[in-house]
Structure formats: C-alpha cells, structure tokens
C-alpha cells in the first residue's frame, strides 16, 4: 500500500523569508503524480502545485516550488517570500497514474505552517 | 464556471441516527470521490462514484453508503453514526482521464454526539 509521511507537524517563517516543508512516500509504481495541497481555516483543499514522475524537472508555480527525488522517494516544498496569506495547513499526496480512470488521493498528516508578521 | 459545492455546512447528530452528505460537481466533471478528514488528520479516502456505480472504496464499514445520479451530482450516506465519525467530509469532482484533477468543495463538517 501507498504511504505518505510528513516528519514535521508544525513549521513556522518570518514573512519574506524561505521554508521548506518536507515529504516521503512509498510505492511501488514507477508512474505516479504527487501534490502538495494547502487547506486554510476556511477548510477548502486548494492545489499549489503538481509533479508528475515521470518528468526529471521540478515542478514551479510563482513563489512554490518542489525538490522531487524519485530515487530517495522525496518530495518537498519550497515556499519563497513568505506571505501572511501563506499560513495554512499544507498536505502531501500521491496518486497512481492510471488509464482511463482518476484514482483516489493518498494524504499525508499534514504540516501547519505559521507565518509571522 | 460553479465549482465543487456541499450541503449542508455543518451538522450535528446523535448516536445511531443516519446522515446524508450532498455534492454537486465542478460543471463538466463526472467523477466524484469522497473522503474523511479527522481532526488534525489528512484526508481519508472512502469510495468513488463513476457512471452512477461505485468504482473504488477505501478502507472503511458497509454503514458508509453513496450514490451518483445522472447529473453526476452524489450523496455520502453513513449509518448508526458513531462518535469517530466526526469528522470533515470532503467532497472531491474529476473529469475521467490520465491526467484528471481533482477540485475539492468546502467540507461537511459532521459532529456525532
């Protein structure tokens, strides 16, 4: 079965400056997508960003990006520029690559990220 | 362009009662999956429904039930509710695919007492 753990529960950053929230995973499958989503208090799962297995480049999105280690089955979250908007909850998932169909999210724990002024 | 919505928002009920749980997909989507976020817990998931039929289910007891209607639309229902079952319950739509995403509605968040 397909695990996903995140080691740090809590995180905090001074505004404007870099975190890194990290990320392991265990599968088998040599294809797979993996994602990290952040969840506000409002509690609504919003995307940040995707990577996809197969590709050897990491994936960006404006201030996010991810350091994949497909060997070390590693997948972490570089927020750049901190913003107090940033403060969440953030969750690392995977999810098999299949055809013809969408399979489910495997979920880590989370990590709560804290943002100060 | 509607995204994923939830009804209701919130809920309380009582030990033993049944509940069911509303979504309404992104418009254009036809896949529509389910999980279970405890407090302080990622999301769990609990089944899919595609083309009205339960494609995949996860790890949990037959009182979890659902069903997808026509317009895609889906009910989560959960009978003699016990206190575990507390819990935020994710409502998530995809179009099937190989490169399907998935948008998540707001959340019920379920209180058994």
């Known amino acids: 079965a397909q695990t996903v753990t995140q080691s740090q529960p809590e995180m905090s950053v001074q505004e404007a400056e870099t975190v890194t929230l990290s990320c392991t995973y265990d599968t088998s499958e040599s294809d797979y997508y993996l994602f990290w989503y952040k969840q506000p208090p409002s509690r609504q799962m919003i995307l940040v960003i995707r990577?996809?297995?197969?590709?050897?480049q990491n994936a960006t999105e404006n201030r996010f990006s991810v350091n994949f280690q497909k060997a070390a089955k590693s997948f972490s979250l570089k927020i750049s520029d901190s913003q107090l908007g940033d403060a969440a909850m953030y969750f690392c998932?995977?999810?098999?690559?299949?055809?013809?169909?969408?399979?489910?999210?495997?979920f880590g724990k989370g990590t709560k990220l804290t943002v100060n002024p | 362009d509607a995204g994923v919505t939830q009804s209701p928002t919130h809920l309380i009920k009582t030990r033993g009662q049944q509940v069911t749980l509303r979504c309404s997909p992104k418009s254009g989507h036809d896949t529509v999956s389910w999980y279970q976020q405890a407090l302080g817990q990622g999301p769990q998931f609990i089944f899919q429904y595609y083309e009205e039929e339960e494609r995949q289910r996860g790890n949990f007891p037959d009182r979890f039930s659902g069903h997808q209607f026509p317009n895609y639309s889906s009910e989560l229902n959960v009978n003699a509710l016990l206190l575990g079952d507390s819990a935020l319950y994710l409502c998530a739509s995809s179009l099937v695919g190989v490169n399907d995403e998935q948008y998540f509605g707001p959340g019920t968040r379920l209180t058994v007492t």
């Open positions: 990577q996809e297995a197969y590709k050897q």
């Open positions: 998932a995977y999810r098999p690559i299949t055809q013809g169909g969408s399979e489910k999210l495997v």
